[in-house]
């Protein structure tokens, strides 16, 4: 996949990694359509682009929790772009709440958004994207979506499902050219902590040490767009909690001493 001179579609740009990303794709020459929920903070983007080079970055205002405006950005997107080669599925909440304090209410919210989401967009530009020759859906994920991991019940369940998900959609699709790219980060220096919800669905509103010493997003985003442009499958992303999963596969015993003392905040 060629980045430069492709048009590419991040859902949660308004912040985070999907922001880093955005910046990163528009520096190697894709045009970018933004969308979020905060159309101010989607805008200031846009202006900080087109400063550079008007014309190359589009703003799609869109709560991608609602079907009736993921269908409406779908029709919108068609009518700025002749087509879409990357879809980076990226709009996510994260939890901090034991399961036992955690509402069902909240429980399907954070479904909703981190999994039924990536679904139901995916589906939506699917269609024409394959009419138009094929591309690539990338999806971030989480190394929740590997493990489980204390206060992240729902939301590990929900990046669990992706993975179901995706790799099935992945074979599917093989023979109409369109990729698939599931990202894993670990912990990544954002306001993901901040913007958590706790059980009874109120924001969590604090930085977490451990996400305060994330990677830098800067670097997450170059990562991701690597892994973009060499059709890579599944890229982990992060410090020392990479090797987690080796030690899950190699000495599981090791794995659960672990993952039982690491702190979730
Ligand atoms: N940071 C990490 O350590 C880490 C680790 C693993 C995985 N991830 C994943 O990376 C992705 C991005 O997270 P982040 O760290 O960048 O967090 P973030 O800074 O909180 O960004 C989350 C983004 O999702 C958007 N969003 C949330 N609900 C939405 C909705 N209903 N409709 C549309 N957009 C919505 C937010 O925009 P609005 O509020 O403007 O709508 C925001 O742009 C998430 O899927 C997260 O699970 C992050």
Request: hydrophobic fraction near 45%; charge should be positive; glycine fraction near 8%.
């Amino acid at each position: 996949m060629r980045i430069k001179g492709s048009t590419a579609w991040i859902t949660g740009a308004s912040s985070g990694i999907g922001e880093a990303l955005a910046i990163e794709l528009f520096s190697q020459g894709a045009t970018v359509i933004l969308s979020a929920r905060n159309e101010p903070k989607l805008h200031a983007l846009k202006a900080s682009f087109d400063k550079i080079e008007p014309g190359r970055c589009h703003v799609v205002v869109c709560d991608v929790t609602r079907q009736e405006a993921v269908d409406q950005a779908v029709d919108k997107i068609r009518q700025l772009v002749s087509r879409l080669d990357i879809l980076v599925n990226n709009a996510g909440v994260s939890q901090r709440s034991y399961a036992l304090e955690t509402s069902i209410a909240v429980d399907r919210d954070l479904l909703e958004v981190n999994f039924f989401s990536a679904v139901s967009v995916s589906k939506g530009i699917l269609p024409w994207m394959i009419s138009n020759g094929g591309g690539h859906i990338v999806v971030i994920s989480s190394m929740a979506g590997k493990f489980g991991f204390r206060m992240r019940t729902a939301y590990a369940a929900s990046k669990h499902a992706l993975h179901g998900f995706f790799e099935t959609m992945r074979a599917e699709l093989h023979d109409r050219n369109v990729k698939v790219t599931m990202i894993c980060p670990g912990r990544v220096r954002t306001d993901i902590s901040v913007h958590s919800l706790t059980g009874d669905g109120k924001i969590y509103g604090k930085m977490d040490a451990g996400q305060a010493h994330g990677v830098p997003v800067e670097r997450c985003a170059r990562i991701i767009a690597r892994a973009i442009r060499c059709n890579r499958k599944e890229v982990f992303i992060g410090g020392a909690e990479r090797f987690l999963l080796l030690v899950k596969r190699i000495c599981p015993p090791l794995f659960y001493w672990i993952v039982n003392r690491v702190s979730p905040t």
